[in-house]
């Protein structure tokens, strides 16, 4: 049967899939020896050799999904994810590393996509083959109930969103210690969430948590230490303290104008954040120039 179903993706049963086989050496080789081996009665060779061809295949429809994804190409990275998925559950079945690496994938970019439902039901399919195969205390495991986390806080589900975080964060505690960078990356994304559902101090803890770490870590000149000091900032302004998130978030901006110069995403980010705090402290002439900076380089960036 298994040999069956593999030589119908040479024969032309998934016309979807020879273009990327053709683009793909490794894959071409693999079809070739396919060939090869089952003219010359080699069936079982033939089969192995299908299957990693196949494998290859899925593995590269998984990486063009998460270049589209990343390029912004959100439906054309839905169809590669779904194409690697169909082939993994193929080769693999439901429960296997591979399967829950692309349910995992293809909820992200079903997030960024803004279908939360899909994206939710994904991850949670990731979770659980995950928890099946390796337990609660795995990296793989603390990573997706993050990733679920994330998602649940997108789509407003916050009390979900805390539950899963805080799974998250045990588990990389137990596993990494307070003093590793997915420990922080989890505790900024905790104070994130915390801020959404109001609860301010919490999310100052943990926003503090996370930028502690990584100043320890990163120093004071890297990307991450200055996104915790812009999401301290988010979480002070919301709070009320205007000078305290004032503070944090020109150290966001000195930090990123050195990694990334004027012209950055980045950068108008905070520009635009820092405008929002000198609104909230009467300084409308500094408030202006800030969003100012912020749409004109957007506009450079993006477009009008």
């Known amino acids: 049967m298994i040999s069956l179903l593999l030589f119908s993706f040479f024969e032309g049963a998934n016309p979807s899939f020879p273009p990327l086989v053709e683009e793909h050496p490794s894959i071409a080789d693999s079809c070739h020896t396919f060939c090869t081996e089952r003219v010359a009665g080699e069936f079982p060779s033939a089969v192995q050799s299908a299957k990693h061809a196949l494998k290859a295949t899925a593995d590269s429809y998984h990486s063009l999904s998460d270049t589209q994804r990343a390029a912004g190409d959100f439906s054309s990275a839905l169809q590669s994810a779904q194409h690697a998925l169909s082939i993994r559950l193929k080769l693999f079945g439901e429960e296997h590393p591979a399967t829950a690496d692309i349910y995992h994938s293809l909820g992200d970019t079903q997030r960024v996509a803004g279908d ?8 949670q399919r990731a979770l659980n083959i995950r928890l099946k195969l390796f337990g609660e205390e795995h990296s793989s495991t603390a990573d997706i109930y993050h990733s679920l986390s994330y998602t649940q806080r997108t789509a407003g589900d916050f009390p979900s969103a805390l539950q899963s975080a805080r799974h998250a964060l045990n588990i990389r505690l137990k596993l990494f210690g307070e003093e590793h960078s997915a420990t922080a990356d989890i505790y900024h994304s905790l104070g994130d969430t915390q801020r959404a559902a109001g609860d301010f101090p919490a999310a100052l803890q943990s926003a503090q948590h996370a930028l ?4 320890k870590l990163f120093g004071e000149d890297h990307s991450s230490t200055a996104d915790t000091y812009h999401s301290l900032s988010d979480t002070q ?9 004032l503070q944090s978030a020109q150290h966001a901006l000195s930090i990123r104008l ?15 954040s820092l405008g929002d705090t000198q609104r909230a402290l009467g300084d409308c002439s500094s408030a202006r120039q800030s969003h100012q900076r912020a749409l004109r380089i957007r506009h450079k960036l993006f477009g009008k």
């Open 237 to 245: 302004r919301a709070a009320g303290d205007f000078s305290s998130a």
């Open 258 to 272: 050195k990694l990334f110069g004027e012209e950055h995403p980045a950068t108008a980010d905070i520009y635009h």
């Open 116 to 123: 939360f439902p899909a994206a939710l039901q994904s991850a």
């Open 212 to 215: 502690n770490i990584r100043l």
